[in-house]
Structure formats: structure tokens, C-alpha cells
């Protein structure tokens, strides 16, 4: 990591080879995607969407294998690395494998991982807070409610929505087979690989719930049972704060002013003549 102006920014190499969270990966990346992702990255960022930054873009002499469009056409591709940074690379999915793996005590050590993201990264939120995890439960709620709408706002579809690519800071991570719309459709899949429409764009919003409802299995075990009632209550909130954040970027769009109980059928009624269009 590196601090600048006073933010401390985490270092991370795509594509330089094989990590521990690899899998059975070779942990490579191919040129086109890593271009993608440079370029996609630095475009959100200036969109006012919250993402990670690339710093860098380097070409390996390294054939790499791929199979682009997963059907079995194997072809050799030029390898590259991308030095991209974020203020975390936290994951919602480094919370939900503790609990997932039966690591409890690692949990409920008194300076745990949940304390150490919190004092990091939360710093309006006090460490000697008895009811620090449900405030930082709600902030991941609010916040990736915001961010999904962000994306929603200007077409913007990850692909693959699942707990490892979702940031616990609420910005955009891991750019892989991600994509815009040219014109408005829920059904528009930019990954080949998803055959089921799962994290079809129309669908982001859902997955980010179910996304946070894993958040909350994996802090259980950290809160009392009034924590645990609020909780569930926090994240029931989790569609009016993203319909609220919806609608106020597709407003600012239209240049409505003040409250206008029409403003939502005059959106959806504009999103329907897109889709038909």
C-alpha cells in the first residue's frame, strides 16, 4: 500500500500468477481484458462511480490459454498484468469464508478482522461501540444500494455479481466479463458464461440483497439477539434505499425538480419506451 494526500491506497497485481484465492486458476490474465479493465476502471471513476483505480498496464512475453467464449475453442492469448489500487480490497466474501469454514474463534477475538475493517476503513464508527457491527452492517447496506443505482444509472453491468467481487466499501471491484448497454433492456447478460441470466443487469439489485443477507449470516455470530432483530430490519430497508437512490439519479437525468408523486411513472414509462425502441 502507499499513502497519498493523506488516503492510504492498496496495491494489487491482476495477472501476475497463481495467490492463494487462485483456485484452480493459473492466476494469468490475457491483454484484451486487462485493456478492459484499465479502461473501464478509469471511466467509472470519472463518471463519479465508485471503483478501483489501474495505475498500470504492462505486457508479458507469457502465452497465455484461454477459452473467450467458453465454448470449447481453446485459443492463445498475450498475457498482461494490471497494478490496479483501491482504499480496500475487502470483500464481502472475506467475512462470509470465516463463517463459512467453521472459524469462529478467529472471529470473536477481541481485535478480529471485522474490528480491524471497521477501525480501518469505518472511522465514524467507534471500536468501543457496543453496536459497531450493526453499524457497519448498515453502512454496507446504504452504501451498495447507492452503488447499484450508480451502475443502474448509466447501464452499467458487472456480470458477476457474487460475494468475492462484492467490495465491503461499496466500490466497483474486479472488473471481468462486465458491459453497458447500448439501449435499455433487464435482460442484457454481458457474460457468456451466464446462461441462466443471473446477474442479467435487471437482476443487480436483487443479487446485491441476497449478497448482504450473507453479510449478515457472517456477522451473527457477533451480535446479541436485539442486534440480530435490527439487523434483519436494516437489511429489509435495503429496496427502499435503492429505490430512493434510483430515483433521484434518473431524476437529476430529467432535470425534475422538487417531489412530484408522477416522477416515478414518467421513469418507468421512459425505461419502457427505451425497451421498445
Not at 484484451?32 to 498500470?56: K, N
Not at 437489511?235 to 427502499?240: A, D, K, N, Q, S
Amino acid at each position: 500500500y502507499f499513502y497519498r494526500h493523506g488516503e492510504r491506497w492498496e496495491l494489487q497485481l491482476k495477472g501476475s500468477g497463481k495467490t492463494p484465492y487462485s483456485r484452480n486458476g493459473d492466476g494469468r490474465a490475457v491483454l484484451h481484458s486487462s485493456v478492459r479493465e484499465f479502461l473501464c476502471s478509469e471511466a467509472m471513476h470519472y463518471l463519479g462511480i465508485p471503483t478501483s483505480r489501474a495505475a498500470s498496464l504492462v505486457v508479458s512475453d507469457d502465452d497465455v490459454w484461454r477459452d473467450q467464449f467458453y465454448n470449447g475453442n481453446i485459443k492463445k492469448e498475450r498475457g498482461a498484468i494490471v497494478l490496479r489500487l483501491a482504499k480496500s480490497w475487502f470483500r464481502i466474501g472475506s467475512l462470509e469464508i470465516l463463517a463459512h469454514s467453521g472459524e469462529l474463534d478467529l472471529q470473536r477475538f477481541e481485535f478480529n478482522l471485522h474490528n480491524f475493517i471497521i477501525q480501518e476503513h469505518f472511522p465514524s464508527i467507534a471500536l468501543n461501540d457496543s453496536n459497531r457491527y450493526l453499524e457497519f452492517f448498515s453502512t454496507v447496506v446504504s452504501e451498495t444500494a447507492s452503488l447499484i443505482a450508480l451502475w443502474m444509472s448509466v447501464g452499467f453491468a458487472h456480470g458477476v455479481c457474487n460475494t468475492d467481487n462484492f467490495s465491503l466499501l461499496s466500490i466497483t471491484i474486479d472488473y471481468g466479463p462486465f458491459g453497458f448497454m447500448d439501449s435499455y433492456d433487464p435482460n442484457f447478460v454481458p457474460n457468456t458464461s451466464d446462461d441462466e441470466g443471473r446477474y442479467k443487469i435487471g437482476n443487480q439489485a436483487n443479487v446485491g440483497l441476497f449478497n448482504l443477507s450473507k453479510l449478515l449470516q457472517a456477522l451473527k455470530p457477533l451480535l446479541d439477539p436485539r442486534q440480530k432483530q435490527l439487523a434483519s430490519q436494516i437489511l429489509e430497508g435495503y429496496g427502499e434505499r435503492y429505490y430512493m437512490c434510483f430515483t433521484e439519479l434518473f431524476k437529476t437525468k430529467l432535470g425534475l425538480l422538487g417531489e412530484n408523486e408522477d416522477d416515478n411513472y414518467l421513469i418507468a414509462f421512459l425505461l419502457q419506451v427505451s425497451l421498445l425502441c
